[in-house]
């Protein structure tokens, strides 16, 4: 999700040792390699791979323009020169050529690393997403909404949810349960998502006192089992995950939460 620079890529340039590229390695006898003219060595690499050496691979690393982490596990939208390539996270494989990357979710093609930054969006309304799908307690009656996906046992998400209190007039805050961890956050998402009184089922989660609260017989798991299979679909892999105003997306804690509101909204009305 982050975007690394030019120097970033080069921790993969180890990855293409001779030890592990035999069929690109050079002879032990070769000669000193001559340094070929910019755009030489992807034109090799790209489109004729067989021509290329260790040297040229390197090179193409080494001169990469920018590189994005796309959400898709394990591929990212690289820049050299003028072509755009996927890459895979060790920088093995890459699909060169004439492809087309859509963001079918948001009808749009991802042309640029610019175009890749707006991947980070999740816009649930826009997919079709409505609150009785979701396993979540509303904290809050702030008009502005925030989704964040939580475990009723990570401690990262507490510490998100102890900074909510002060911001609770501004924000509508959706807790969305997504237990992770282990077994007991399955029982306590169960408990909280299952007790009739959400008053009584937000404080408890807030306390984090879940004996307090019991699973009845006949309880509709519906929406928890419907958001386990959400966070897979939106390849939600850690919690805290947070969708802001704007509908970009957030991973993990902060110390200031009220600063990544305000920030995020401010980008919001710029953009506008």
Same mark, same amino acid.
């Given at each position: 999700?982050? #975007?690394?620079? /030019?120097? &970033?890529?080069?921790?993969?340039?180890?990855? $293409?040792?001779? =030890?592990?590229?035999?069929?690109?390695? %050079?002879?032990?006898?070769?000669? /000193?390699?001559?340094?070929? %003219?910019? +755009?030489?060595?992807?034109?090799?690499?790209?489109?004729?791979?067989?021509?290329?050496?260790?040297?040229?691979?390197?090179?193409?690393?080494?001169?990469?323009?920018?590189? *994005?982490?796309?959400?898709? =596990?394990?591929?990212?939208?690289?820049? @050299?020169?003028?072509?755009?390539?996927?890459?895979?996270?060790?920088?093995? $494989?890459?699909?060169?050529?004439?492809?087309?990357?859509?963001?079918?979710?948001?009808?749009?093609?991802?042309?640029?690393? =610019?175009?890749? %930054?707006?991947?980070?969006?999740?816009?649930?309304?826009?997919?079709?997403?409505?609150?009785?799908?979701?396993?979540?307690?509303?904290?809050? !009656? +702030?008009?502005?909404?925030?989704?964040?996906? #939580?475990?009723?046992?990570?401690?990262?998400?507490?510490?998100?949810? &102890?900074?909510?209190? =002060?911001? *609770?007039?501004?924000?509508?805050?959706?807790?969305?349960?997504?237990?992770?961890?282990?077994?007991?956050?399955?029982?306590?998402?169960?408990?909280?998502?299952?007790?009739?009184?959400?008053?009584?089922?937000?404080?408890?989660? #807030?306390?984090?006192?879940?004996? +307090?609260?019991?699973?009845? /017989?006949?309880?509709?798991?519906?929406?928890? !089992?419907?958001?386990?299979?959400?966070? *897979?679909?939106?390849?939600?892999?850690?919690?805290?995950?947070?969708?802001?105003?704007?509908?970009?997306?957030?991973?993990?804690?902060?110390?200031?939460?009220?600063?990544?509101?305000?920030?995020? #909204?401010?980008?919001? @009305? %710029?953009? *506008?």
């Amino acid at each position: 999700m982050r #975007i690394f620079s /030019p120097a &970033g890529a080069l921790g993969l340039v180890a990855l $293409f040792s001779s =030890a592990m590229v035999p069929a690109l390695a %050079e002879s032990a006898k070769a000669p /000193p390699v001559v340094p070929v %003219e910019a +755009g030489d060595w992807a034109g090799k690499v790209l489109d004729r791979p067989q021509d290329a050496t260790t040297h040229d691979v390197r090179a193409l690393l080494k001169n990469l323009d920018s590189f *994005k982490r796309l959400p898709i =596990a394990g591929l990212n939208l690289a820049k @050299a020169g003028d072509r755009m390539v996927l890459m895979s996270d060790n920088g093995r $494989f890459a699909v060169i050529g004439n492809f087309r990357l859509l963001d079918v979710w948001n009808a749009r093609e991802v042309k640029t690393i =610019a175009d890749a %930054e707006d991947l980070n969006r999740l816009d649930l309304k826009k997919i079709g997403i409505k609150d009785e799908d979701l396993a979540m307690l509303a904290y809050g !009656q +702030g008009k502005t909404v925030v989704t964040v996906f #939580i475990d009723p046992m990570c401690k990262y998400c507490h510490h998100l949810i &102890g900074q909510m209190g =002060a911001l *609770k007039d501004q924000y509508t805050f959706r807790l969305v349960m997504a237990p992770v961890i282990g077994e007991e956050s399955v029982r306590n998402a169960r408990k909280l998502v299952c007790e009739p009184d959400k008053a009584k089922a937000l404080q408890s989660l #807030i306390g984090q006192n879940y004996d +307090g609260i019991k699973e009845p /017989p006949n309880c509709n798991l519906g929406p928890l !089992q419907k958001t386990l299979l959400m966070t *897979k679909f939106f390849g939600i892999d850690g919690v805290p995950f947070l969708v802001l105003p704007s509908t970009k997306t957030y991973r993990g804690g902060t110390n200031n939460l009220k600063e990544l509101l305000e920030n995020d #909204i401010k980008s919001l @009305a %710029e953009a *506008k």
